[in-house]
């Protein structure tokens, strides 16, 4: 029988497992594959405690207890053994987590058995991940890259003749492939110009007025760094038990917690690299202190601020429905009708603090308090340009590009 080893990171929340994974698990058993859990799930069949690895190895590492280190990378090895047996491999390492104290082991025990990469919907796998993990994944001589989960479940369908032939099979249809086509694997940057490098760009603009589309527009097409406060603050729910609700009423994030994510992803760039904060500085206060890392990084800023009216910014809001999934959202009445995911399939959903009347007003309130006076801030430094954004997403992307190359 065919086997396939699919697998998250391995330093991750068990709990959160493999994104989408149970549909991944459905298609394979409808085609008749045997799946071989990940490393926690081999762990738990083994009668093995999960937290031997991730934070316990790293927790051994920082503590200079290398004999013990070895120990349990031994055991992880031990438990990679059925993986190695596996016909292919179905991997999404997470960005935030891979690259640690067990991935390089993964590697190593992993050679020669086709992988299929998952690196989501934005390339954040490849763009938020500071270690080597993900790109020897992606340049492994049996790797195929994609994009999300559907699209590897539609490949093998496709290909199901040669996954029925086991892991031969695969490597020839693989090796196939990338013969035909070396730069399978590639996901180039179409728009991307030298005039981008090193640039920080925050988007503002009122809710609804396409603030984070233009941001992930600018990530996919031109390699900029995408920061969008709300999906930084999403990733720190579990951290923080009262950020959900707090959000959802229509509050804003504490100030120190969006100042400390912001510096944070300012100090980790290279100076070359792109970024555009998506939404970024809602208090004066909050500008006040970017402008002074900017300023010490010897980093210009520039604001773009798409201007709509309040009557559509409150029409989109109310149509709008988000994807958890590819991490954009749609407006349109006939999303609200069929909340499905006309990219990805997953079911859609509305942003809580778009739901009820009272967090909405709320919402617009700071907007025309904190964000509007953070904007005349920017003004009087000479650093916004306005785009008028009663306009189509192409074309406000269009003059965005010529605002960057100018
Ligand atoms: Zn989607």
Redesign the pocket.
């Known amino acids: 029988m065919v086997t396939c080893y699919r697998s998250g990171p391995i330093e991750r929340d068990p709990a959160s497992a493999f994104h989408g994974k149970n549909q991944i698990d459905d298609v394979l058993r409808e085609l008749d594959i045997k799946i071989i859990g990940d490393t926690f799930e081999i762990l738990e069949s083994r009668g093995e405690p999960q937290e031997i690895y991730g934070p316990k190895m790293k927790k051994l590492r920082d503590q200079g207890r290398f004999y013990d280190y070895s120990k349990a990378e031994s055991l992880l090895v031990q438990s990679l053994k059925s993986a190695r047996e596996a016909d292919f491999v179905i991997s999404r390492p997470a960005p935030e987590a891979s690259g640690g104290t067990t991935s390089e082991t993964v590697m190593t025990c992993m050679r020669g058995v086709p992988k299929l990469v998952i690196i989501g919907?934005h390339g954040e796998g490849i763009s938020d991940n500071d270690s080597t993990f993900m790109i020897r994944m992606l340049t492994d001589y049996y790797s195929l890259v994609f994009n999300s989960e559907k699209d590897v479940i539609g490949f093998i369908k496709k290909h199901i003749q040669a996954f029925r032939r086991g892991r031969d099979g695969i490597r020839q249809l693989f090796i196939h492939i990338k013969t035909a086509n070396p730069y399978v694997n590639d996901r180039r940057k179409p728009l991307w110009d030298d005039r981008f490098e090193g640039k920080t760009i925050i988007i503002q603009g009122r809710p609804g007025a396409g603030k984070d589309t233009q941001g992930r527009l600018l990530q996919d097409l031109c390699g900029f760094k995408f920061f969008g406060s709300g999906h930084e603050l999403r990733r720190l729910y579990s951290k923080f038990p009262n950020l959900s609700e707090s959000l959802g009423n229509g509050e804003l994030a504490p100030e120190w917690l969006i100042n400390c994510l912001i510096s944070n992803s300012l100090i980790k760039l290279e100076r070359f690299e792109p970024i555009v904060f998506a939404g970024a500085s809602k208090m004066p206060s909050e500008a006040e202190t970017l402008i002074r890392i900017l300023n010490d990084l010897k980093r210009k800023l520039e604001v773009i601020v798409i201007d709509i009216d309040e009557d559509l910014a409150k029409e989109r809001i109310t149509f709008r429905r988000n994807?958890y999934?590819?991490e954009?959202s749609f407006c349109g009445r006939e999303f609200v009708e069929n909340p499905t995911?006309p990219?990805?399939?997953?079911p859609l959903a509305a942003r809580d603090e778009n739901m009820s009347e009272e967090s909405v007003k709320k919402i617009f309130g700071w907007y025309r308090t904190e964000v509007e006076e953070t904007i005349r801030y920017f003004e009087n430094l000479r650093l916004v340009t306005h785009i008028d954004g009663h306009d189509s997403k192409e074309n406000i992307f269009n003059k965005i590009l010529e605002i960057l190359k100018a």
């Open positions: 919907p994807c999934s590819c954009i995911c990219q990805c399939g997953e």
